[in-house]
C-alpha cells in the first residue's frame, strides 16, 4: 500500500480506490472474522466496512494511517452488526486484568481457542496476522501498549500449551497404535 | 553527567528482549495461528461479496475531503456549541468567512458581521496564483542513479532525489538488502518493540576516536586499531573537493555513531515485503535515509556538481549484543561495497527571508528565513523552566546538556494538508545545535533558534506548530526513540503558517481541525513545577520492567537534595510482590571502596555496586538548575527474582510495591514510590488540562462514528 495509492483515491481515483481495498481484503476479513466467526457476517461487515471507506476515505488526512484506519473502520461495522443482532453490545472491549488461566484443564486447541477471549482473538490477529504495531493496537482498542503486549504474550503462550498438548495426544495415540 | 548517554544507552537497543521473544512475530507461530483461527485465507463466497459490493460502489468517489466540512459540522450544532467555540467560530470567521456565513441558523450572524467589513470577497473570489504556473515551485529534475553490488546481503544503493542549493547537497537514498540475511547479525530481541537498526556508513576517520571509544568498553585495555580491525572509512567528493561534513537526520539511538558528523545512517523502511518476508518469501527490505552533505567551500561557486560517492563498507548497528563481547565485532561490517558519480545542477532559487512576521499565543517571530530544503527561525517563546527545573530525568538517558535546556516547546513543520514534514527532536536538537535556546528565567521569555530540514521541494506555504512538551514522552522517553508523537494530545502553544509566496507569517487555526486546543499562554498550565520533595527527596523515575545487562529489572531513581545525603548509606529499597517481600537492594558508602563494596562492573568504569538483589550507585553532578542546589542522583536497580519470570523470560508479576527504608532501624521513609512518582510527575508537569485531555485522547476509539477524524 502506497501512501500515494491513498491520496489517489482520495482524490477521486476509484481504481486507486479498489486497489487499495484489494490489497487489505485479506486484513479486513480476518479482523472481522476475529470478531464475528460466522462467514456470512464477516461478509456483510466488510462490504458495509468498504461502502463507509468509500464515503470516508476523504476524511483520512494523514496517508500513512490507512491501515489502521480501515481497520477501525471494519472493527466499527463488527460492533454495528452485534449491536444491531444483541441489542446490545458492550464497547468495554478489554478489561486491563483478570482474566483467567487454567492451566489445569485439558483442553485441545480448538477449546484453547474458544477459551481466549474475543478481545485476544482480535489482538493476535491484528498483531500476528495483520502486521500492525503494538502501539496501533493499543491505540485503536483504546488500552494501554502494556495491555496488548500482555495480551500477546498470553495468548502467544495459550496456544504454545494446547499446540504442545494436542501433539503428545498424537504422539500417544500413534504410540498406542 | 556527560558522557552518561554513551555509557548507559549505547545498547538502547538491548531493552525489550525478553518481551519482545514472549511476542516476538516469528513465521511458524503467524502460519498456525492463522491455521487455526481459519484464516488463512477467505473462502470463496467472501471474495464473490467482496466482487460484488466492488460493481455495486457509485461510478463516482466523493471528492478530497474539504478541510473544513468538520468544522462546519461542528459548528451547525447552533448555539451550545458557540458558547463553547466561539473563540473558534471567530478565528475561523476571519479567515474563511464564506465558511461561517454559509452555516445554517448562525450564518445570518457572521454575514451580519462580515457586512462592516471592506468587501474582500467579491462572487468569484482572486484567487492565489498557484506558483506551478509560473514556473516558480519547479525543481531541477534528478534522474535516479543506481549503484549495484553483487554482495550477498545487499544489492542496489539508490540516490533517488539530490538536489542542492549551492551550499548543501540533499541527498534522499535507499538500499536494498535481503531482510532475513542483515537480521543473521541482529538479534532482534535486543531492539526495542518494534526498533530495526540503521545501516550505517562513516564517512570520514572522525568516527575513528568514537569507534576507539566504543572498542574499549567492549575490549577494555587494548588498543584499537582501526586498520586492523578491517574498518574502511567511505568518503564523498564533491567536484573534486572531498565532503568533510554531514548533517543528516539522527537517530537519538545512535548517538553514539552520528555525533561526529562523520555517520551516514540508512533507516529500515515500512513496506508490504516485510509480510512476505515474515511468511518465508525472500524479500528485500528498504532502508532509506536523507543524508545533507556540505559542500566543500572551493565548490560552491560552480553551477553544476559532480559528486562521487565511495562507500566501501557498510556498519549493520543491530549486532551490539551480548555475545559480541566475546570475541566478535562490536558491529558487524559488510563488505557490499558501492562506487559511482552523478551530477547534480545547483539550484539557488527559491531562498527567501520572510517578513511581516505575527506573534501568537506569546510566542514571536524575530527572524525566519527558508530555502526548500531548509527552515530557520529564532523565536521568543515564554520560558516555562528548565528541564532540570523539575528534577525530572527527561533527556538525561539520552546524554546531553539537560538540566540547562529550557522546558517547554517543541516545533513541527507540515504542509497545510497537515501531513507532517520535519518533527524537532526534543531530546537531540539541544545536544547537536540544531536547536539553540537562551533562556533568562527572569524576563519570563526563552530565544529558541530552530533549524529544520526538509524534503527539498518547493512550496507555496508551510506550517510551522509548537507544542508544549508531552509529559508521556518525558517519561517514556526511550520508547519513543526520542520523537515526540503523540501529537493527538499535546496541546499547542502557537502556530504560524508561512505564505511562502508572499514572504509573510501569520497566526493559524489549522491544529483546530486536529482536535487540539491551543491554552491561553497566561494561564497555562504547563509552567514546569518544581515539586514538593518529601523528607528531602524527589522520586525522580521508577521504570517498572526493562531489560538491564540481561536481566528483568526495575530502575529507581531518586534525586535527593545535599543535606540528607550524609544518611543515604543507610537506605534500602525495599520491593514486594503481593504481602510478600521479595527483593532488597541496599545503598552503599560509595566512598568505601572495599572488598565489601563490590563493584559491578556492569556499567564500565562507573562505580557501581552489587548490593543485595541488584545493583546500586550515586551520581553527584545531578545540577537541577532550581536554586543551584547541586542534588544528587540515587540509583536502585533491582532484579526480579528466578519463579517470577516466565519461560520467555518475561516478568509474570511486576514489583506491587516499593518502599525506600532506612536499613538499620527498619523504618520507612518513603512508602511506594511508583505511586509517589506518578502524584510528582502529573504535579509538575501538568495541571489538569493534560489530564483532560489523554481521556479525550483515550475515549475516541470507542466512538464509532469518529474512525477517520481521530487519525487526524
Not at chain 1, 502486521?131 to 493499543?138: F, G, K, N, P, T
Not at chain 2, 484567487?127 to 554482495?151: D, I, N, Y
Not at chain 2, 502529573?682 to 485531555?693: A, D, Q, R, V
Request: hydrophobic letters at 40%.
Amino acid at each position: 500500500m502506497s501512501e500515494r495509492m491513498v491520496k489517489k483515491a482520495q482524490n477521486g481515483d476509484k481504481d486507486a480506490f479498489l486497489t487499495l481495498m484489494r490489497e487489505n481484503e485479506l486484513a479486513m476479513y480476518r479482523t472481522a472474522k476475529a470478531i464475528l466467526h460466522r462467514e456470512d457476517d464477516v461478509e456483510d461487515a466488510v462490504q458495509e466496512a468498504v461502502c463507509r471507506a468509500f464515503y470516508k476515505i476523504g476524511d483520512l488526512r494523514q496517508p500513512r494511517y490507512f491501515k489502521t484506519w480501515i481497520t477501525r473502520v471494519v472493527i466499527n461495522c463488527c460492533y454495528d452488526l452485534l449491536r444491531d443482532q444483541r441489542g446490545i453490545v458492550s464497547l468495554e472491549l478489554l478489561p486491563e486484568t483478570g482474566y483467567e488461566e487454567d492451566r489445569d484443564a485439558a483442553l485441545d486447541v480448538r477449546e484453547s481457542l474458544a477459551a481466549l477471549g474475543e478481545n485476544d482473538r482480535l489482538i493476535l490477529t491484528l498483531y500476528y496476522l495483520n502486521d500492525l504495531s503494538v502501539r496501533d493496537v493499543a491505540k485503536l482498542l483504546g488500552i494501554s501498549e502494556g495491555a496488548v503486549k500482555q495480551r500477546l504474550v498470553h495468548g502467544r503462550r495459550r496456544f504454545k500449551e494446547a499446540y504442545e498438548m494436542r501433539e503428545q495426544e498424537r504422539r500417544a495415540v500413534s504410540y498406542e497404535k | 553527567m556527560k558522557n552518561r548517554g554513551k555509557r548507559f544507552t549505547p545498547p538502547a537497543p538491548r531493552r525489550e528482549k525478553a518481551v519482545r521473544q514472549g511476542y516476538r512475530r516469528d513465521p511458524e507461530f503467524c502460519g498456525f495461528l492463522a491455521k487455526e483461527l481459519e484464516m488463512e485465507a477467505p473462502p470463496e463466497s467472501f471474495s464473490k461479496a467482496m466482487r460484488r459490493v466492488y460493481a455495486e460502489l457509485p461510478r463516482d468517489m466523493p471528492v478530497r475531503h474539504y478541510p473544513f466540512r468538520s468544522a462546519m459540522k461542528s459548528l451547525a450544532t447552533v448555539a451550545v456549541l458557540l458558547v463553547v467555540f466561539g473563540v473558534s467560530l471567530l478565528g475561523a470567521n476571519s479567515v474563511y468567512p464564506q465558511l461561517t456565513e454559509s452555516l445554517p441558523g448562525v450564518g445570518m450572524l457572521f454575514k451580519a458581521m462580515n457586512g462592516a467589513k471592506p468587501e474582500e470577497t467579491p462572487d468569484t473570489p482572486e484567487l492565489p496564483v498557484p506558483l506551478v504556473a509560473e514556473g516558480k515551485l519547479a525543481m531541477p529534475e534528478f534522474e535516479p542513479v543506481t549503484l549495484s553490488c553483487q554482495g550477498d546481503i545487499l544489492k542496489d544503493l539508490t540516490v533517488e532525489n539530490a538536489w542542492s542549493d549551492g551550499e548543501k547537497l540533499y541527498l534522499h537514498m535507499s538500499l536494498l538488502a535481503l531482510e532475513s540475511q542483515l537480521q543473521t547479525l541482529s538479534r532482534p530481541g535486543d531492539m526495542p518493540y518494534g526498533y530495526i537498526p540503521p545501516v550505517l556508513f562513516f564517512l570520514t576517520d572522525a568516527y575513528r576516536d568514537v569507534a576507539a571509544e566504543i572498542f574499549q568498553e567492549y575490549y577494555p585495555g587494548e588498543e584499537f586499531d582501526d586498520k586492523a580491525a578491517g574498518y574502511q572509512w567511505s568518503s564523498i567528493s564533491i567536484n573534486g573537493q572531498k565532503v568533510e561534513s554531514v548533517m543528516e537526520t539522527r537517530d537519538p539511538a545512535y548517538l553514539q555513531y552520528t555525533e561526529t558528523d562523520s555517520a551516514l545512517a540508512l533507516h529500515y523502511e515500512e513496506t508490504e515485503d516485510r509480510v512476505l518476508a515474515k511468511e518465508g518469501i525472500q524479500a528485500f527490505a528498504r532502508y532509506t535515509g536523507n543524508w545533507v552533505l556540505e559542500v566543500p567551500q572551493e565548490a560552491r561557486d560552480a553551477d553544476v556538481f559532480s559528486v562521487s560517492l565511495n562507500l566501501p563498507q557498510l556498519f549493520y548497528a543491530g549486532v551490539i549484543a551480548p555475545e559480541m563481547r566475546e570475541g566478535g565485532e562490536p558491529m558487524a561490517i559488510l563488505e557490499d561495497a558501492f562506487q559511482g558519480d552523478f551530477t547534480v545542477e545547483a539550484d539557488r532559487s527559491g531562498a527567501l527571508e520572510l517578513e511581516a512576521l505575527q506573534a501568537d499565543n506569546k510566542v514571536e517571530i524575530t527572524q525566519m528565513s527558508y530555502t526548500p530544503a531548509e527552515l530557520t527561525a529564532t523565536l521568543n517563546v515564554p520560558f516555562l523552566g528548565y528541564c532540570g527545573y523539575s528534577l525530572l530525568p527527561p533527556a538525561g538517558y539520552h546524554g546531553g546538556p539537560v538540566p540547562q535546556k529550557p522546558y517547554g516547546m517543541y516545533a513541527v513543520v507540515s504542509g497545510e494538508d497537515g501531513t507532517v514534514l520535519a518533527s524537532q527532536n526534543i531530546w537531540d536538537d539541544s545536544a547537536t545545535q540544531r536547536t539553540a535556546y537562551e533562556a533568562d528565567r527572569l524576563s519570563g521569555y526563552q530565544r529558541m533558534k530552530l533549524r529544520v530540514n526538509l524534503s527539498p521541494e518547493k512550496r507555496q506555504s508551510l506550517v510551522l506548530t509548537l507544542y508544549y512538551f508531552d509529559p508521556e514522552e518525558v517519561k517514556f522517553a526511550m520508547d519513543s526513540a526520542g520523537i515526540p508523537a503523540g501529537d493527538l494530545v499535546n496541546p499547542v502553544a502557537a502556530e504560524f503558517t508561512l505564505d511562502l509566496a508572499e514572504g509573510t507569517a501569520a497566526p493559524s487555526v489549522n491544529y483546530e481541525k486536529q482536535g487540539l486546543v491551543k491554552p491561553d499562554a497566561e494561564m497555562s498550565p504547563y509552567i514546569l513545577h518544581h515539586p514538593e520533595l518529601q523528607e528531602g527527596i524527589y522520586v525522580q523515575g521508577v521504570t517498572e520492567d526493562i531489560l538491564f545487562a540481561d536481566q528483568r529489572v526495575s530502575w529507581i531513581s531518586l534525586c535527593v537534595r545535599p543535606d540528607r545525603l550524609p544518611w543515604v548509606q543507610d537506605w534500602a529499597l525495599q520491593c514486594y510482590i503481593g504481602d510478600e517481600l521479595v527483593q532488597t537492594v541496599y545503598a552503599c558508602d560509595v566512598q568505601d571502596d572495599s572488598a565489601y563494596n563490590e563493584r559491578s562492573g556492569a556499567l564500565g568504569d562507573l562505580a557501581v555496586y552489587n548490593s543485595g538483589s541488584g545493583l546500586f550507585w550515586r551520581e553527584e553532578s545531578g545540577q537541577s538548575n532550581y536554586e543551584d542546589d547541586d542534588y544528587a542522583h540515587l540509583h536502585f536497580i533491582v532484579e526480579y527474582p528466578e519463579w517470577d519470570l516466565d519461560s520467555y523470560g518475561g516478568v509474570l508479576s511486576s514489583f506491587s510495591r516499593m518502599d525506600l527504608v532506612d536499613a538499620a532501624t527498619g523504618q520507612v521513609i518513603l512508602a511506594d514510590l511508583r505511586g509517589i512518582n506518578r502524584a510528582l510527575l502529573e504535579e509538575t508537569l501538568c495541571g489538569s488540562l493534560y489530564k483532560e485531555l489523554e481521556e479525550g485522547n483515550r475515549s475516541w476509539a470507542g466512538e464509532s462514528e469518529g474512525a477517520a477524524s481521530d487519525y487526524n
